[in-house]
């Protein structure tokens, strides 16, 4: 029967009348209706297991966040350590659970504040650490056995993580017992950042040092952060950010094999940050 007056008749959907191209970000194309037929590829793989069993794909805790929620923190970092620690302690206060330092360029360049290349940069996007000083008034007043600190940096990152666990050890902490996570990711930053300081191979000799280091002392400490976020922001589509990230995470894992590690010893403590825009399921 027609519409009754006045009633506009839905319009039958016609995916052929979609004349205009849509892709994702990487170009790939997206069709304008998905069925169940779109599903049929991947009925092998809808058993994902179960969550806290590999391999994984439901989860690494077999309770989800049931058991323990996950850790909020606020990127923060500005100004001298003394100006930190002050937003730091307000962050706290108004309940993160956890910190994470940004650092000033100047820092993440291994430079001190009153060199040439530093002026302007000083405490600027982050906080200026310099010394075992800079990084006691940093945390002033704040437990690192009690908290766990997640820190963005790379080429100086066993010199900043030194720092970290000498003010853990004045405080009277446990290095068994402290954890938190170091980036540490020298890979990335010759790909899309560029903030290295020493060759390649120099490098990885630190990072490798670390993990050995960590295995031993530091047992719950991340030892790196293998990141995929400033590749994309250097401008990889999603398909690259994760291919390249991927990478370099086998390739750290390679090196700390060629160094003597054993696997068990320290890839447990690799993590992976990514930056998956709206490109999640891409």
């Known amino acids: 029967m027609p519409p009754e007056r006045g009633v506009r008749a839905a319009p039958r ?11 994702t970000v990487s170009g790939r194309a997206v069709k304008a209706l998905y069925t169940a037929e779109d599903l049929a590829p991947f009925d092998a793989a809808r058993d994902q297991g179960r969550p806290g069993e590999f391999p994984y794909t439901r989860g690494i805790h077999a309770n989800g966040y049931r058991g323990k929620l996950w850790t909020m923190r ?28 940004a650092f000033d360029l100047p820092t993440l360049m291994g430079r001190d504040p009153d060199h040439a290349l530093s002026l ?3 405490g600027k996007c982050g906080v200026n650490i310099t010394s075992l000083a800079d990084m006691e008034a940093l945390f002033d007043g704040i437990s690192l056995s009690g908290i766990t600190t997640s820190m963005t940096i790379n080429s100086p990152a066993a010199m900043i993580f030194a720092m970290y666990l000498v003010v853990a050890e004045k405080q009277g902490a446990d290095w068994s017992q402290i954890s938190g996570t170091i980036q540490n990711d020298i890979l990335k930053e010759f790909i899309a950042q560029k903030e290295y300081i020493y060759p390649p191979r120099p490098s990885m000799r630190l990072i490798t040092d670390v993990f050995g280091f960590c295995a031993r002392e530091v047992p719950r400490w991340n030892t790196i952060s293998v990141s995929g976020y400033h590749i994309r922001e250097a401008g990889a589509t999603a398909l690259q950010e994760l ?20 696997v068990a010893a320290f890839v447990p403590r690799i993590s992976f940050f990514f930056n998956a825009h709206n490109d999640f399921f891409e």
């Open 120 to 122: 302007g940069e000083v």
């Open 243 to 262: 291919a390249f990230t991927l990478r370099d995470g086998i390739e750290y894992v390679q090196y700390g094999i060629d160094a003597g590690l054993e």
């Open 13 to 23: 959907f016609d995916p052929a009348a979609q004349s205009k191209a849509f892709t």
């Open 74 to 101: 606020q990127f923060a970092g500005f100004g001298t350590p003394d100006d930190t620690n002050r937003r730091y302690k307000e962050l706290l206060a108004a309940g993160v659970t956890g910190l994470s330092v």
